[in-house]
Nanobody
Framework: QVQLVESGGGLVQAGGSLRLSCAGS????????MGWFRQAPEKDRKFVAA????????YYADSVKGRFTISRDNAKNTVYLQMNSLKPEDTAVYFC???????????WGQGTQVTVSS
């Protein structure tokens, strides 16, 4: 199995950028498709983005398409989420996830807080 640790969250003004990182340990992340979800206060956890094992395929929620980019560096056992043109509604705890097959989410990190001020 893999252990996931997110980092890179923080407070940013609307229009700004942040890059989240998800570092894997244990089994190599290249064995998994990877994704990001987010959960705003008193809201359900929602899908943000996903990337296939070799990075060849990506998929985004409509709400972040064109603003967020998911990428991975399998040599560094790390997945990234570049977030540009941030909006206050992007405020949430962001979770990294790994799945054995595309569309599955078997392992989760603890999350990193992103707060976007208006």
């Amino acid at each position: 199995q893999v252990q996931l640790v997110e980092s890179g969250g923080g407070l940013v003004q609307a229009g700004g950028s942040l890059r989240l990182s998800c570092a894997g340990s244990g089994r190599a992340v290249r064995s998994y498709s990877m994704g990001w979800f987010r959960q705003a206060p008193e809201k359900d956890r929602k899908f943000v983005a996903a990337i296939s094992r070799n990075g060849g395929n990506t998929y985004y929620a409509d709400s972040v398409k064109g603003r967020f980019t998911i990428s991975r560096d399998n040599a560094k056992n790390t997945v990234y989420l570049q977030m540009n043109s941030l909006k206050p509604e992007d405020t949430a705890v962001y979770f990294c996830t790994a799945g054995a097959v595309w569309g599955s989410y078997d392992y989760w990190g603890q999350g990193t807080q992103v707060t976007v001020s208006s």
